[in-house]
């Protein structure tokens, strides 16, 4: 986990995206100091930025195997905590890695949506079971996660981002063994619902807040 790039740009250009967006973090004293999945809403690009740039230590997150056919972001992104996933098909070597990161005390980022929902709704929307899969393999918490203002800092369209202001909200971890089912298929779909009901109950706190 020990990478001198990826510190290196946390503690530069980190500090500038967070100076710039005025990224404001609600709760992240309640990320454990083990291992744990961060499990957020979807609506820019701009989520996995601001979130690698402002949690309390290293965030991996999964990117598109492409990304790895170029020679300097196959360089680059290893050292900036990133691992590849196949897209569209159930990536074993993924998955893999995710659980050893979380089992040895790392955080991982994952977004359940899987691709960028619309930002008016006021929930996030349907969610994919790999946060919660891999928490329960991993037997680390899901720490729900809800973003504000990242649709408006980079849009859908957008080509570069623009200034504002932007939240992370932090809600309370959720441990597995605090979800019961008769098997594993519905250990995974009850935490994957009350990861997404953390969600939803931040970005209510969030809004109620700016109004």
Not at 22 to 39: H, K, S, Y
Not at 54 to 60: F, I, M, Q
Not at 104 to 131: K, M, Q, S, W
Request: contains cysteine; proline residues 8%; charged residues 25%.
């Amino acid at each position: 986990m020990n990478q001198p790039v990826g510190r290196f740009v946390r503690a530069t250009i980190g500090k500038l995206v967070l100076a710039l967006f005025r990224v404001r973090t609600v709760g992240v004293e309640r990320i454990p100091e083990g291992g744990a999945v961060l499990a957020g809403n979807h609506v820019s690009y701009m989520d996995p930025v601001t979130l690698w740039c402002a949690g309390p230590r290293p965030v991996h997150f999964m990117a598109k195997r492409e990304l790895w056919e170029g020679w300097f972001l196959g360089w680059l992104l290893p050292r900036l905590w990133a691992f590849p996933v196949t897209r569209g098909e159930v990536d074993r070597a993924a998955i893999e890695r995710a659980t050893a990161i979380v089992r040895e005390g790392g955080l991982v980022g994952i977004f359940p949506e899987g691709t960028r929902a619309e930002a008016d709704v006021e929930a996030p929307g349907e969610a994919h079971g790999g946060a919660a899969f891999i928490a329960l393999r991993g037997g680390v918490p899901v720490v729900p996660v809800a973003f504000i203002g990242t649709d408006r800092v980079m849009p859908r369209g957008a080509k570069l981002p623009r200034l504002g202001r932007v939240t992370i909200r932090f809600g309370v971890p959720i441990p597995p063994d605090e979800v019961e089912a008769a098997s594993r298929k519905e250990r995974v779909r009850a935490l994957t619902d009350a990861v997404m009901a953390g969600i939803a109950a931040e970005l209510a706190a969030g809004r109620g807040e700016a109004s």
